[in-house]
């Protein structure tokens, strides 16, 4: 049996407002209209094995319009988030900003790194540092 590495395989949080999403205005709801560069993207990295988070600022009262709106718009992922947590990628307006040209390679590059450390030998690490004790 071969299997991929399960560290090749990464936990990608790609933000609602303005990554997934287009809007007129930055600070209205209701008029987002679906980022389909974004949408096809994710939906490649998710058929590719990879862990894909959706989330917002927005407060948990609007879970149901966004995860509405995923549904709507047939987006693939994996999990909804109100609010940031650890990834690997953070795909956003933000951090690896959709609406600059390039973006994908970006990514492409940041998911093709190694994982640290390299390799998992198994072994313990050389004696831990003696702590100080509290006088």
Do not use: C
Not at 50 to 70: K, Q, Y
Not at 77 to 92: A, E, P, R
């Amino acid at each position: 049996m071969t299997t991929e590495p399960y560290a090749s395989k990464k936990t990608i949080s790609v933000d609602f407002d303005h990554t997934i999403t287009v809007t007129e205005n930055e600070y209205e709801y209701g008029d987002e209209m679906p980022n389909h560069e974004v949408i096809e993207w994710m939906r490649d990295r998710y058929y590719e094995g990879h862990t894909l988070l959706v989330w917002t600022a927005r407060p948990w009262s609007e879970a149901h319009i966004v995860a509405a709106r995923l549904t709507e718009w047939d987006v693939r992922f994996h999990g909804l988030m109100m609010g940031k947590g650890g990834s690997d990628v953070y795909l956003d307006d933000k951090a690896v900003n959709v609406t600059v040209d390039g973006w994908q390679g970006d990514v492409s590059g940041i998911l093709a790194r190694q994982p640290w450390p390299p390799t998992n030998t198994g072994e313990l690490a050389a004696e831990a540092p003696e702590v100080p004790a509290d006088d």
